[in-house]
């Protein structure tokens, strides 16, 4: 275990430090973790971002991204970089099975683990946990480290607000989920004051996709959404077939399951997408509805209340018809 001051000891001297998020990771893993290495490098730390798998294009723009390790690219090397380390950062995640292979590398490692992050229930494999499940992002949580528990916030600089206001952004749905609160835009305001040039950030992030994209979207809300209107929930199914058709790279199914969650009475919206070896599952809902609840007793899987994965390895349709019977359970809190 450590301390604050424990850990504001060791990063007074330069230490061999890695940093590391979830599978496939979205706007706030690489927004809070490339916060935390812009933030790190400014003191000598040998530093290095090592995600357990690619992600999308949308995101590879961010300061320090050149320097970003894909672990399935250069396993033996992270793997000695891992084994190495002082200390290991764990953002935007809370459970080793999170990174895949990567996670009994780093369980096993000598480094102290450090995990900021604001998933539920994590497991215990930390020595230093700066976690709060109401953080409407993991780069929020960089914020209050950086500013509260190592007292620097003279270090945040335009490189490190702009990728904390793009984990901030993406996490919160452009601001806009219940977690938004007054604390978070004082935040943000924050990181603008510092440089963070917002309304660029928008941009790259939500106005860079292809032609194929959004083909792939009105093909989407054509031809694979159904409502269910007696459970107020909407379901968009994609086969294999399809993403081969529409040359789906990784993230363009990304913020897709919201369109299906924008028609009024809905409460409940999954993206059900076959890939390769599995069949993965996103769902979001609104208000109090529980859809982090599904995805861990059905689906491997978990998240937050309204934004959570999933994933089985039945077949699609198996997955689809599985997700329909599961609603009548849940009949009274999606219809109220
Ligand atoms: P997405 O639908 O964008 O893949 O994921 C939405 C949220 O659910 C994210 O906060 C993500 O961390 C969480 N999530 C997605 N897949 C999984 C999973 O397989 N296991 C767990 N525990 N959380 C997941
Ligand atoms: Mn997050």
Redesign the pocket.
């Known amino acids: 275990m450590l301390d604050i001051t424990a850990l504001n000891n060791l990063l007074a001297t330069p230490q061999k430090i890695v940093i590391t998020t979830?599978?496939?990771p979205?706007g706030?893993?690489m927004g809070s973790s490339l916060g935390l290495y812009n933030y790190l490098i400014q003191q000598g730390h040998h530093t290095t971002v090592i995600t357990p798998t690619d992600y999308p294009d949308f995101l590879s723009w961010m300061p320090g991204n050149q320097e970003v390790m894909i672990y399935t690219d250069k396993k033996e090397e992270a793997a000695i970089l891992i084994a190495d380390a002082d200390l290991i950062f764990c953002l935007?995640?809370?459970?080793l099975?999170?990174i895949n292979d990567m996670g009994e590398l780093v369980r096993a490692a000598k480094a102290y683990k450090i995990m900021i992050d604001h998933?539920l229930e994590p497991e215990d494999f930390d020595d230093y946990r700066h976690w709060d499940i109401n953080a409407c992002a993991a780069a929020q949580l960089v914020y209050s480290f950086i500013v509260d528990i190592l007292n620097n916030k003279a270090l945040i600089n335009k490189d490190v607000a702009t990728c904390l206001y793009t984990g901030i952004m993406t996490?919160s749905a452009s601001f806009r989920l219940p977690n938004t609160t007054s604390t978070v835009h004082r935040v943000v305001a924050d990181l603008i004051d510092a440089g963070a040039p917002n309304s660029r950030i928008h941009e790259l992030v939500y106005n860079s996709a292809s032609e194929n994209r959004l083909r792939f979207l009105g093909h989407c809300l054509t031809n694979c959404l159904e409502v269910l209107p007696e459970f107020n929930t909407a379901v968009i199914t994609v086969n294999k077939q399809d993403i081969e058709k529409y040359d789906v790279n990784t993230g363009d199914t990304?913020g897709i399951?919201n369109y299906a969650l924008s028609i009024a009475s809905i409460r409940l919206a999954a993206?059900i997408v076959e890939r390769d070896d599995k069949v993965?599952?996103?769902?979001?809902s609104k208000g109090d509805f529980p859809?982090?609840e599904i995805?861990?007793l059905y689906?491997?899987?978990?998240?937050?209340r309204n934004?959570?994965?999933?994933?089985s390895s039945a077949s699609l349709q198996e997955v689809v018809n599985q997700f329909k019977l599961i609603l009548p359970k849940y009949k009274k809190l999606l219809i109220q």
């Open positions: 979830h599978h496939k979205d706030d893993a935007d995640f809370n459970n099975s999170r998933h996490d990304e399951v993206f993965k599952l996103s769902l979001r859809a982090n995805c861990k689906f491997s899987g978990g998240g937050h934004a959570a994965g999933g994933q």
